[in-house]
């Protein structure tokens, strides 16, 4: 298995198997809305905002994942950013390709002076890559949680993660109720 940056790829096909893998999990709307979110990611955010990897064999995309800059109320020194979304080619899940991404991903992004990387997802698969539950009274997401239980932090240096903190900004194709 391969690990390349996303800019090695052309952005319909990341696209593409975001709307596959979330049709294929939640149903045809959710493939959709995910979909436009990843395509919205791609074109509508700067360099600076985003960063993407994807897993790759022989040519065929298995996994994407795609992590975009945060901004937390009173933190400036912090560097943050949020992974979202990700995903993993149906016929591909539960091998590992998916963890392996996010493990590539979290070490080019510590490498990267990024200081703490926050999800909001499924604890049972995110903790498999070091993340942990961060109450949403501690970093307050955009938008009232749906699953509170699935805001999830990891620390990538030596800050703990007790120092994240604040108020949370995101990116304006997430700065939607929907996602969160």
């Known amino acids: 298995m391969q690990f390349e940056s996303i800019s090695h790829h052309a952005a319909a096909d990341i696209t593409a198997l975001f709307t596959h893998v979330f049709s294929d999990a939640d149903g045809a709307k959710a493939g959709l809305q995910i979909g436009e979110l990843t395509e919205r990611m791609l074109n509508d955010c700067t360099n600076e905002e985003l960063i993407g990897f994807v897993a790759k064999e022989h ?30 080619a149906s016929s591909q899940q539960g091998k590992g390709i998916g963890q392996a991404l996010i493990n590539h991903a979290l070490t080019y992004l510590k490498t990267h002076n990024v200081d703490f990387v ?31 239980h699935g805001w999830q932090a ?13 108020e949370v900004r995101c990116v304006l194709p997430l700065n939607q109720a929907c996602y969160w």
Do not use: R
Request: charged share 10%; glycine share 6%; aromatic share 10%.
């Open 59 to 88: 040519d065929t995309l298995f996994a994407a994942v795609l992590f975009s800059k945060l901004w937390i109320s009173n933190q400036p020194n912090l560097t943050a950013m949020i992974l979202s979304p990700m995903a993993v």
């Open 118 to 148: 926050v999800t909001y997802g499924d604890p049972n698969f995110y903790s498999k890559t070091g993340f942990q539950a961060v109450a949403d009274t501690q970093l307050i997401p955009p938008f009232s949680l749906s699953h509170p």
């Open 154 to 166: 990891v620390a990538l240096g030596d800050k703990p993660l007790s120092e994240l903190t604040g």
